[in-house]
């Protein structure tokens, strides 16, 4: 009979103890930049449908921009408080982004950007008004206003006039005064 042994145990004393890996500064700020602009891209390829990929640059471009970073960062408040109760929450918002992915990615690593990408979402971001940035895009680019509530906005042709009371809405004019 043979008895089946597992070599882990064996080989303890020669292998080396893992080592904690604590980010520098910089690190965390290099993450949280590249982090900030996925996630925006990802937004953005998700929301606006079939917007040129100049379009998408360009609201990519406000989204990121250095205001935007500050805004987010007053908007997050309670989200880090929930997350953090006993951590001062960060200046930077790329920071406090890296900190949120990576608190997610330590409790599971196969979804920490989709929920990083979902916290920005929700606690962040009005899609409304991202879409009427992105209208004013087009319209300035020379889209038809049919073209963008079917293909941007998504309404099937029986959805129409819904979607038309919504572009209304968004670009800020009642149909009378088209």
């Not at 379009?55 to 500050?70: P, V």
């Not at 959805?159 to 572009?167: C, F, M, P, S, T």
Request: with cysteine.
């Amino acid at each position: 009979m043979v008895t089946k042994r597992l070599i882990v145990p064996s080989l303890k004393r020669y292998l080396k103890p893992e080592l904690e890996h604590t980010p520098s500064d910089k690190h965390i700020e290099f993450l949280g930049d590249t982090l900030l602009q996925a996630v925006v891209v990802d937004y953005l390829y998700k929301q606006i449908h079939l917007a040129s990929p100049n379009t998408l640059k360009s609201l990519a471009r406000k989204l990121t921009a250095k205001e935007s970073q500050s805004n987010y960062l007053k908007l997050s408040d309670t989200a880090w408080s929930a997350m953090f109760p006993e951590q001062t929450k960060p200046k930077s918002y790329k920071t406090l982004l890296t900190e949120i992915y990576l608190h997610l990615d330590s409790e599971n690593s196969k979804s920490s950007f989709r929920q990083t990408s979902t916290y920005f979402a929700q606690d962040c971001l009005d899609d409304d008004e991202i879409m009427a940035q992105a209208i004013a895009l087009l319209l300035k680019d020379g889209k038809p206003q049919k073209w963008i509530i079917h293909k941007v906005m998504n309404y099937a042709n029986n959805q129409y006039n819904e979607g038309r009371e919504k572009y209304y809405q968004l670009i800020g004019e009642s149909e009378a005064d088209a």
